[in-house]
Structure formats: structure tokens, C-alpha cells
């Protein structure tokens, strides 16, 4: 199904939109105004939400119309890989984001209880720990690629450990999840289908012995989710942790080692590591165009008119830097971006991500403190993909350090979240980043 709703569509995809995204959503502007007709594959149409108001008016569900069930809008897809591709990212399943209602509330309670059992000060000597495992892998070589090194392997990592699997079953989940989000459609359906397998073998080893962790947490909740719920939760965390965190971390970095007001050496900008966080959540957002949402209604909506089983998709890229006159008190801090979203989808798990990204920079810039690109950031190579703003490479150098050198190194800090560095395959231990559900005793 090509929509056909309005000419001149803007393509989501290939090397022109990764390159720079941000000419592309000024063309669409000028254009059709802050409703914008966009192509997120071939034969695959959205209208874009690229302005900041319009933005709020659908995260808020100004008007009561906007629903987030996309069952009418799968059922009209064409039979082809592109479209099969899409529906990994968007198609509908039963977990909070596609719901409303009293059902997206039950929902986002048992995400909120479940994270709220993962304790800070632990879940950070856990990140610490992960981060200086990776960074010994590199630290005496003194080139890396951050983004393939260090950004990507650890908020799956961290993950893992939280849902109780092992580090060793990190780099299939990797695999899948990048695949998974790439426009190729061949490619994101062999990626959805390897990404299902994953979480299924998850919580089947979990329904059969439970652990001290999320996935067993998500299982015994009160709210009693069905084996289908747990998965498809599951499922939702996991992607919705690993795209935006690992960009997140790749893209702050790739601001702080190029821009002086965070770097004369890492340990004296004037500027924080929370500050280019926040800088990437406004500018440069992970997950720069997603939010599905549609209409329960035919709908003009800022201009534009638009139909049940029409998908529309949120640019917060776009909606973050529109040019407008938006008082800037209302735009001085990250709340009053739509990068992690606004309303009753926002995202429920901001505090324990901006915490993993946070320490796992610090970390790095901790023992790494003259870190460069080895090429200007305006050539940096971005993935492909209409979802994600992601690095494909984040090539830098530093002065090398040893594993003898005197003082704390990245191989001398032990963590108690460590399982047992020499067998990656060891089950994380129950007491490592987690208190006792409040419903198990």
C-alpha cells in the first residue's frame, strides 16, 4: 500500500537522509508546513509530525483523537520485504506502546514497579563495571572505535545482566537489533525474526526457574501479564534500551571530544557530560523519528488532513529544532524538548537510562582524558534507517595506557555486580543490582 496522500514525500531512507537528515526536514517544511508527507521505505508512507507544537498536540493526544492501535494501517501493507521490515519496528503488539486506555495504564504500572526495584547506586557499579571491561579491551591500543567498542555492547550488557541472561548471549542480541532497525527490508525481517527468538528463549528458561530479575519480576507482577504480554514487553525494552541508549552514548561523545566547551582535556570543560546528554536529546535525538501513532477518526490536523489506518510518525529531531518562536523559557532544559517523548507515552524509564549513559561516558573520560576524533565530526558516518540518528563509526585516539601502570585502570577496579570475568557465561548473581519484589514475600 503506497498511500499517495500527498506528493513529493520525503525518503527516511538511504544515504542522503543519513547523511543530513536536517535538509531533508527543512525541504519538507518549506514545502507542506509542520505535517509533512514522508516515505520510510519504498512504498511505505507516513505523514511526519516535524514541528514542535504539532509534536506536543499529538504526544498529549490534543483533541482525543489520536490512538495508538496500528492494526487498521498493518492490515493495508503491501506484501514486500520493505514493508515486512516496518513491521518489526511498528507493527502492532500487545505491550504499552501500542496500547491505550486503562490497558496502556496497567501496563506502564508493572514497567514502573519493575524498574522501580533496580536499585541506582547498584545498577551504576554495574554499568562501571561493563564499561571498564570494554575499555580494557582497547585502552593500550590507543585508536577505537567507540561506537562498535563501547557504546553498542553496553546498555545490551547491562540488560542482559538485568533480565538474568549472560554477557556471552549479548553480541546475538546485538545482531539482531541492529538488523532489525536498518531500512534494508531482507535484512530488518531476518533481524525481527532472530530478535523474537532471543526474548522467547529468554522467558521460557524464566517460567521454568525464576531469578531475582526483571524478566521474573515482569512474570509475578500482581498485574498477572499473560506469557504473550511478558514477551512482547520484553521485546519493547530491550529495543527501546539498547537503539536510543548506545546512540545516545556514541553521539554525546562524538559532541564532547570536538567541541571546547566540553573538552580542553575531558576532566576541565565547561560544560558536563549531563550537558551534551541533554544537547543530543534536543538536537541530535536517538530515535529521531518514531512515536507511531493514528487516528480514531478522519482528522485535519495542523493543515493536514489525515485517516484511520494512516500512520504518523513523530520527527522529534525535527520538532526539537524547528525554527519558531517558542518562548525560550519554555525551552531552556530537557524537559521541554519531545526527545524522550511527552504525555502519557513518555518514556517510563528516563532516570535508569540517563544514569547508564551517564557513568558509562564518565567512566570512559575517566581513564581516557585526551581522547580525538580521527576525523572531523562533520564526516562521521551515520547508519541508515528512518528511526535512528547513529553513528556507524566513532573513530578516535588517545594516549594508550597499560595494565601495569600505577593507579586505578580499567583492569585494577573490581565491582560486586561482576560475575566472574573469566566465564562470560556465568548467570549474574541475584543480589549484584536488584531489591526483592515487594509482591514475592
Not at 519538507?28 to 514541528?51: D, N, Q, S, Y
Not at 536499585?119 to 585502552?139: E, N
Not at 540488560?159 to 549479548?170: C, H, K, T, W
Not at 570536538?258 to 551534551?276: M, Q
Request: net charge negative; with cysteine; aromatic share 8%.
Amino acid at each position: 500500500m503506497t498511500l499517495r496522500y500527498l506528493p513529493d514525500a520525503g525518503k527516511l531512507y538511504g544515504p542522503e537522509f543519513a547523511r543530513d537528515p536536517q535538509a531533508i526536514y527543512a525541504a519538507m517544511r518549506a514545502h507542506h508546513g509542520v505535517v509533512a508527507p514522508a516515505e520510510i521505505a519504498p512504498g511505505v508512507e507516513a505523514h511526519l509530525v516535524i514541528g514542535y507544537q504539532a509534536a506536543v498536540d499529538v504526544l498529549t493526544n490534543v483533541g482525543g483523537v489520536w490512538t495508538k492501535d496500528a492494526r487498521a494501517w498493518q492490515a493495508r501493507l503491501p506484501e514486500t520485504p520493505e514493508a515486512a521490515a516496518m513491521i518489526g519496528m511498528l507493527g502492532y503488539r500487545t505491550n504499552v506502546l501500542f496500547a491505550d486506555g486503562a490497558e496502556h495504564a496497567r501496563y506502564r504500572k508493572v514497567i514502573a514497579d519493575c524498574f522501580s526495584m533496580i536499585q541506582p547506586h547498584k545498577l551504576r557499579a554495574l554499568v562501571i563495571d561493563i564499561s571498564d571491561s570494554l575499555i580494557s579491551r582497547f585502552a593500550a591500543t590507543g585508536t577505537a572505535d567507540l561506537a562498535a567498542d563501547f557504546a553498542r555492547p553496553i546498555p545490551l550488557r547491562v540488560f542482559n545482566r538485568l533480565l538474568g541472561r549472560p554477557d556471552a548471549d549479548s553480541s546475538a542480541l546485538i545482531s539482531a537489533l541492529s538488523d532489525m532497525l536498518e531500512a534494508d527490508g531482507e535484512v530488518g525481517a531476518r533481524g525481527a525474526e532472530a530478535y523474537g527468538r532471543y526474548i522467547g528463549e529468554l522467558i521460557e528458561s524464566k517460567y521454568a526457574k525464576r531469578g531475582d530479575d526483571l524478566t521474573s519480576w515482569f512474570i509475578d507482577h500482581p498485574a498477572a501479564l499473560s506469557p504473550e504480554e511478558v514477551l512482547q514487553h520484553l521485546i519493547l525494552i530491550i529495543g527501546a534500551g539498547f537503539e536510543p541508549m548506545a546512540s545516545l552514548i556514541s553521539n554525546a561523545i562524538s559532541r564532547m571530544v570536538s567541541d571546547d566547551r566540553y573538552y580542553n582535556s575531558l576532566s576541565n570543560g565547561a560544560l558536563s557530560t549531563y550537558d551534551a546528554l541533554l544537547e543530543v536529546i534536543r538536537a541530535e535525538p536517538a530515535m529521531a523519528n518514531y512515536g507511531p501513532y493514528f487516528v480514531s477518526r478522519p482528522t485535519e490536523f495542523h493543515g493536514t488532513w489525515i485517516q484511520p489506518g494512516e500512520l504518523v510518525l513523530v520527527s522529534y529531531a525535527a520538532a526539537n529544532t524547528e525554527p519558531c518562536d517558542v518562548p525560550e523559557e519554555l525551552r531552556s532544559d530537557s524537559g521541554a524538548y519531545v526527545g524522550l517523548g511527552a504525555g502519557p507515552h513518555r518514556c517510563p524509564a528516563t532516570d535508569p537510562a540517563l544514569l547508564i549513559a551517564m557513568t558509562a561516558i564518565e567512566r570512559l573520560t575517566s581513564h581516557l582524558s585526551d581522547l580525538e576524533l580521527t576525523v572531523p565530526r562533520e564526516q562521521l558516518d551515520w547508519r541508515p534507517g528512518p528511526f535512528h540518528r547513529s553513528l556507524a563509526h566513532l573513530p578516535v585516539r588517545f594516549t594508550p595506557i597499560r595494565p601495569d601502570q600505577p593507579g586505578e585502570s580499567p583492569w585494577s577496579t573490581q565491582h560486586p555486580s561482576s560475575s566472574t570475568p573469566s566465564d562470560p557465561t556465568s548467570p549474574p548473581r541475584s543480589d549484584d543490582y536488584t531489591t526483592s519484589a515487594p509482591w514475592s514475600s
